[in-house]
């Protein structure tokens, strides 16, 4: 099947944004069912055999992996993310069920306490999507475009995995429920958003019973859209510097706004 080239059709799309008078809502569903897999988190979300494994030393795990409550998870979890950031290498899934469309894309992580994520895509093409927590930026240097917003319509409240920058959203933004642990005794938390303006129906992220460390993302919007974020080589950050999360527009570099 034919797929138009991506620069192609974000341009088309934020062009016909500005010359295509339609309402609000319109919008927003074009944006996010053109933005959700390109921007992962969020969220970050298929069911996946063989998960990744994590380089970082294991935290204090119960002998009993089982018998823990959703909240001791997240107290779990939430000691192992309270350092200042963290960094891992993905692997991504998209896909889009109105076109029948799937993507896969590569590439690493960081994240930087609160609001922070700089994903480096490396394969099939490299670019960066880039968050301060207040401003959002894409880049393509192969099409020297850059596409630039605010950050919260598509990290906000625990949107576009911006979870991973926060802990603490999981028990704010969401209703959390476990799942069956999965075949290599993982833990499964449902996070089902409190909020029910959002497209998105659902997340789920699988945790290693041994570290703690976040080794998959999967989401599932009203649309039936899925993005599967496999993590691996996950490493607690001591020092990571604000400067990796800010980008200065190149010379010459086409500028799409998303909310201009």
Not at 10 to 17: H, N, R, S, V
Not at 35 to 51: A, K, N
């Amino acid at each position: 099947m034919y797929k138009l080239p991506h620069h192609k059709r974000m341009k088309a799309l934020f062009q016909g944004i500005k010359k295509i008078t339609v309402n609000l809502q319109e919008i927003n569903v074009m944006k996010q069912r053109w933005f959700y897999p390109i921007l992962i988190s969020g969220i970050l979300l298929f069911t996946h055999p063989g998960l990744c494994q994590e380089t970082t030393a294991p935290a204090a795990a119960p002998t009993n992996a089982s018998t823990l409550s959703v909240d001791e998870i997240l107290k779990h979890l939430e000691k192992h993310y309270a350092s200042p950031g963290f960094s891992a290498n993905f692997f991504q899934t998209s896909r889009v069920k109105a076109m029948d469309m799937t993507e896969t894309a590569s590439g690493n992580i960081i994240v930087k306490r609160p609001g922070m994520m700089r994903w480096n895509y490396e394969q099939p093409d490299h670019h960066v999507i880039i968050t301060d927590g207040k401003q959002l930026w894409i880049y393509r240097p192969s099409d020297n475009q850059v596409t630039v917003g605010k950050a919260p319509p598509f990290f906000g409240d625990g949107k576009g995995a911006s979870f991973l920058s926060n802990i603490q959203l999981v028990r704010k933004r969401f209703d959390v429920t476990q799942q069956n642990m999965t075949v290599n005794r993982e833990y499964v938390l449902k996070l089902t958003p409190l909020d029910k303006s959002y497209d998105l129906s659902y997340v789920l992220i699988v945790i290693s019973s041994d570290t703690f460390n976040i080794v998959d993302v999967k989401t599932f919007n009203s649309y039936g859209d899925e993005t599967h974020i496999e993590l691996s080589n996950v490493r607690m950050e001591q020092h990571v510097d604000d400067a990796q999360f800010k980008f200065v527009i190149p010379q010459g570099a086409e500028v799409v706004r998303m909310d201009g």
